[in-house]
């Protein structure tokens, strides 16, 4: 289990980067428009982490692992079957790979398809 994509959604943006930033010695890009404008920085093993705003304005705060799997259809199957409620269909980032959002229990959690 690797997580690919971490997802900070924030109203306070340039804080958490600065934060981060000071105590792991990270550097965050510019807002990226492929990532909902979110600021994104390398993590160890190759995954992103990207801190963003909220894209709307029933948007709440949330931190959202993406976790890497083989085949997201058959992940957000799976995760349906399992009680889960699909937030986002599988949608391509182009150069970067596929998510989804599932909810199940009330946390927010995504995969990611290279």
Known sequence: MKVQYLEIVTPEVDAICLQYSTIYGISFSEPNANFGGARTAKLDGGGLIGVRGPLRDTETPV????????????????????GGEVAMLPMEIPEHG?????????IEFGFWEK
């Open 63 to 82: 931190v959202r692992p993406y976790m890497l799997v083989e085949d997201i259809d058959s992940a957000v199957k799976s995760a349906v079957e399992a």
């Open 98 to 106: 596929m998510f989804a959002i599932v909810i199940h229990g009330g």
